[in-house]
């Protein structure tokens, strides 16, 4: 075997095996995501056994979202439209930070690379907010 031949089978390894850590990253991201977004709901009311396979399905997600946010069923169709989705997903996480008692410019963080997982675990775990929800 020849060292050209020897380096194009150590790439090759090296190929499969950042795809698979990516791969494996992401399934890790989507299973943290999902079990946030289940005590999320389970402290806004929903069975943790209900939320976390709704957060764990596709599509039904954004449902279970619109239902923590209390938003009408047919703002799912404003999820595929590009730009106005990412007004509506800040607009959901907005009424989904002030039904935790957070405030609701938490929702704008949500489009924030590294912020919108601490918020995430600041809605998942943390206590409830001290101010009382306006009636």
């Given at each position: 075997m020849t060292p050209t031949e020897m380096q194009a089978q150590v790439e090759q390894g090296l190929n499969s095996g950042l795809?698979?850590?990516?791969?494996?990253?992401?399934?890790?991201?989507w299973f943290c995501l999902a079990f946030c977004?289940?005590?999320?709901?389970?402290?806004?009311?929903?069975?943790?056994?209900?939320?976390?396979?709704?957060?764990?399905?596709p599509i039904v997600n954004l449902v279970?979202?619109?239902?923590?946010?209390?938003?009408?069923?047919?703002?799912?169709?404003?999820?595929i439209i590009p730009?106005?989705?990412?007004?509506?997903?800040?607009?959901?996480?907005?009424?989904?930070?002030?039904?935790?008692r957070r405030p609701g410019w938490w929702g704008l963080l949500m489009l924030v690379p590294v912020a919108n997982f601490v918020i995430l675990l600041i809605l998942a775990f943390g206590d409830e907010g001290r101010e009382p929800l306006p009636v």
């Open positions: 795809g698979l850590g990516l791969i494996a990253a992401y399934l890790i991201a977004l289940a005590k999320i709901g389970e402290k806004l009311g929903v069975s943790f056994g209900k939320g976390l396979v709704m957060s764990l399905l279970f979202l619109l239902q923590l946010a209390r938003k009408p069923m047919w703002w799912l169709i404003l999820f730009i106005v989705n990412l007004v509506i997903l800040v607009l959901v996480w907005m009424a989904i930070s002030e039904r935790r």
